[in-house]
């Protein structure tokens, strides 16, 4: 018999993290850790004052105005989405595909997952009349959805989903009265910022949406975990965030005290984490694309990435070469492309894709060099791509999928 869930692949234990930065770590941030390193307690359960009171101007800074009550934090966005999945209780709904955590969060706690489809344009927010239908679907078969948990900027799409699909999708949750979790994470590293227009979902339904950022996305490296949420500035709110405080206090899920030092610092947003965050955003975008075009010239599909670190492929038309290769399902495919690229290639069924369907998510951060100089040198090029390391990565990229183009 196939294997398709072969020893050392488990869906929870083996799943993907955040693509990362792949890039130092700036030296102000640094500092900031060391000189709280003398300071080995953690922050109170749910964030420090200073660590909230920059959530707050984090937020403010975005057209969320939040007051430090209505605010969380825990040692990254995994347990909060914990957290408030037992808090508010019932079965949960996600896209298809969706990040790599979000399933087993709810599973964990004996909830029912129910993926529901996204539109062909982007990922991250599902199809409204889907959804409906979904709802409808689980009620009839006697679940009991509370929960929709959605990302404009998605991962691991990839893509930035236009604000009319967000206002349709968030009036279809409201109609349904389901809660929304907007993870934000990846919100600040969209590509092209003045021309791509990202809206929050608490914008449009602020009494129904908890927004979740996790800063291993935009700010801190992932071994730093920490996390913020935003709750609504309701009764039920209240009740909601006091109810999530007990989970993480149960959990024990504080923040060392070093890291939320470094977290209350890229939240404040001096001009150091702006300018890095900024010229992160660039490299990676510039070598995103560039991979989509190697991706799509050898004839697989793929949207053209708008946000993150990584790029999502569907490499289903190439399927007769990988057969060859011995590769049928997404699994398979996931071992043969890490092999091949010498990086991470996690396979779709890892986000709740099909795992017949041939898709992969593929990260930007190993092409951007092998050695810290070289990392370095790619944030600070005007012109990254014309580095000789970063066509190296290209090219060796680019031809491990040249040869199963269809002839």
């Known amino acids: 018999m196939r294997r398709t869930e072969p020893e050392g692949h488990g869906p929870v234990r083996y799943a993907p993290p955040l693509p990362d930065q792949g890039l130092p770590v700036p030296v102000g941030l640094a500092a900031r850790l060391s000189a709280a390193a003398d300071r080995p307690d953690a922050e109170p359960t749910g964030g420090g004052p200073a660590l909230l009171d920059a959530a707050c101007g984090y937020w403010e800074r975005r057209g969320l105005p939040t007051a430090p009550e209505r605010v969380a934090a825990a040692p990254g966005a995994p347990a909060l989405l914990l957290a408030l999945t037992a808090a508010l209780g019932g079965d949960v709904l996600v896209p298809r595909p969706c990040a790599a955590w979000w399933a087993p969060e709810a599973r964990a706690l004996g909830r029912s997952a129910f993926h529901v489809a996204t539109p062909a344009e982007c990922g991250g927010v599902p199809d409204p009349y889907a959804l409906l239908e979904t709802v409808r679907r689980v009620r009839d078969e006697g679940g009991d959805p509370r929960l929709l948990v959605l990302c404009v900027a998605d991962d691991p799409t990839a893509t930035v989903a236009p604000p009319e699909l967000v206002h349709e ?32 979902p608490a914008e449009m339904l602020p009494d129904r949406v908890t927004v979740v950022t996790d800063l291993g996305g935009p700010f801190l490296p992932l071994g730093w975990p920490a996390a913020v949420a935003r709750f609504p500035d309701t009764e039920a709110g ?33 001009a150091e984490v702006t300018a890095r965050l900024t010229a992160s955003v660039r490299v990676h975008a510039r070598v995103a694309a560039a991979a989509h075009h190697a991706v799509t010239a050898a004839g697989a599909l793929a949207l ?104």
């Open 169 to 200: 999708t968030v009036e279809a949750a409201a109609a349904e009265g389901l809660h929304l979790v907007s993870d934000e994470t990846w919100r600040d590293t969209v590509h092209e910022p003045h021309g791509t227009v990202l809206l929050s």
């Open 238 to 270: 209240t009740g909601l965030r006091a109810r999530v405080l007990d989970v993480i206090t149960a959990l024990g899920a504080r923040i060392a005290t070093p890291v939320a030092a470094a977290a209350t610092y890229v939240l404040d947003e001096p």
């Open 304 to 407: 053209p990435p708008r946000a993150g670190r990584h790029l999502y492929a569907d490499l289903g038309p190439l399927s007769p070469a990988l057969t060859e290769r011995g590769v049928r399902d997404a699994q398979e495919l996931e071992d043969f492309l890490t092999a091949r690229l010498g990086m991470p290639a996690p396979g779709g069924h890892r986000f709740g894709d099909d795992l017949e369907a041939l898709r992969v998510r593929l990260p930007t951060s190993p092409l951007l060099g092998a050695t810290a100089e070289e990392r370095d040198e790619s944030l600070a090029s005007p012109e990254p791509l014309e580095l000789p390391h970063v066509v190296r990565a290209l090219t060796l990229f680019g031809s491990a999928f040249d040869d199963l183009r269809s002839p």
